[in-house]
C-alpha cells in the first residue's frame, strides 16, 4: 500500500512528518470506512432523491450498478437514518369495473399459468383518473412475462372503446401469433361485450376473466396501476384529458417500461427485460 503522494512513499512521507509507519495505517484504518460511509451516503442520497418513489431494496440494486458493494440491509439502515425512507399513501379507487350485464363470462385459465416467453398472456385492467373538473379513466395491456405495457388509452367515458383502443395499440405493436396468447382480465362489460370479444377472436387470442371476489386473479395489472398511482398521478393536478394522456403515456412509454427497475425481473425494466429474453425465443 504506497499511493504516491507527489512523489513520495508512505514510508518517506512518514519519516519526514516525524510519525511511525504503524501510527500511519492505524489512522487509515480508522478514518477510511468513515469517509467511504460519507461518501456511499451521499450516493444515496443523490439517488434517493433523483428516484423518490424507491425503496431500499432498488436503491441498493441501482448503488450495485455504480460500482457500490453493498446489501439491502446496510442501505435500509442509512435510509432510516438519514430519513430517506419513501412515503407511501393510502389510495381510494373508485368504482371502474360494472360486472352486472348479460354479456358471456369466460373462465380463468390464467391462474397457475406458468409462463416461459413474450406474448403468452396478456393481462388488462382500467382505472380512474382525477382531472381538474371530472374523470377520466385509463385503459392498460400489460405482457405478463415481461410487466412491459403494450397497450393503454386515457379517455372521459367508460364505454368499450376505452378497452379497445387499448387493444389495437397492443396488437400493432406485438402483433402475436393466433392461438398462442391469453387475454385475461376482469368481468367487467368493456372486456365481455361484443366488440372487444369479436376483436379478440379476429387475433386468435383466448380471453379469461377472473372469478368472482378475487382480486389477486389480476395482481400483474393491479401493481402496474398501484405504480402508476404512485409514481406519477398521486399529487399532479392534470387539468385536461389532453394533458393527462401526454403525461401518463411519457411515463408509461419513457420511464416504467424503460428505466424503472422490477424485482421480479432481477432488477431490469421491462424493455431490458424484453431485450435479454428474445435472443432466445428467436
Known sequence: MTPPQGGLSIERMCALAGVSRASYYRHWR?????REQIELRD?????????RHYGYRRLTALL??????VNHKRILRLMRTDNLLCLRRRAF???????????RVVPNLARGMQLTGLDQL??????????????????VVIDAFSRRVVGWAVEVHLRAALAVAA???????RRPQPGQLIHHSDRGVQYACAE???????HGIQPSMSRVGSPYDNAKAESFMSTLKR????GRAYRTAHEARRSIGSFIEEIYNRQRLHSALNYLAPADFEATVAPMLV
Do not use: C, K, N
Not at 122 to 139: G, K, Q, S
Open 196 to 202: 372487444y370479444s369479436a376483436l379478440l377472436g379476429a
Open 43 to 51: 450516493v444515496l442520497q443523490r439517488l434517493a432523491v433523483g428516484h
Open 93 to 103: 379507487v373508485p368504482a371502474t369495473t360494472d360486472s352486472r350485464h348479460d354479456w
Open 64 to 69: 450495485r450498478r455504480e460500482g457500490w458493494a
Open 30 to 34: 480508522r478514518v477510511a470506512p468513515e
Open 231 to 234: 409514481e406519477e398521478v398521486d
Open 167 to 173: 387493444l389495437q395499440m397492443a396488437l400493432a405493436a
Open 122 to 139: 396478456w393481462v388488462a385492467d382500467i382505472t380512474y383518473l382525477r382531472l381538474l373538473e371530472e374523470f377520466a379513466f385509463l385503459a
